[in-house]
């Protein structure tokens, strides 16, 4: 299974972005999805997640309300919407696929992740 991330970029507090993770090479719907994020200095945490059927998802705290996580099945693909970015949304972001169907939100729940794309939000 390969995990392919994309959509991030350098944005301006307040601005949005939305990032995609296509995968190929495995079976994408049976498993939940979520995405990470990693600062410099600082341990991989958990972002946003999704079940398999879409009808469950979790979100981090500090982005409750401005994230959304959202799946599209038939193209194999994960997004992460993300609107009024704070300079603390800076990190590194990663897609995941988990282990099972349900939402997970430890890394230990996921055994598949892609490479990462940048955001950097600017004050």
């Known amino acids: 299974v390969q995990l392919q991330a994309s959509g991030g970029g350098l944005v301006q507090a307040g601005g949005s972005l939305r990032l995609s993770c296509a995968a190929s090479g495995g079976t994408f719907s049976w498993y939940g999805l979520g995405w990470f994020r990693q600062a410099p200095g600082k341990e991989r945490e958990i972002v946003a997640a999704v079940s398999r059927s879409g009808s469950s998802t979790y979100y981090m705290d500090s982005v409750k309300g401005r994230f959304t996580i959202s799946r599209d099945n038939a193209k194999d693909t994960v997004y992460l919407q993300m609107n009024s970015l704070k300079p603390e949304d800076t990190a590194v972001y990663y897609c995941?696929?988990?282990?099972?169907?349900?939402?997970?939100?430890?890394?230990?729940?996921?055994?598949?992740w892609g490479q990462g794309t940048q955001v950097t939000v600017s004050s």
């Open positions: 995941a696929r988990g282990a099972t169907a349900l939402v997970a939100t430890t890394t230990t729940g996921y055994n598949y």
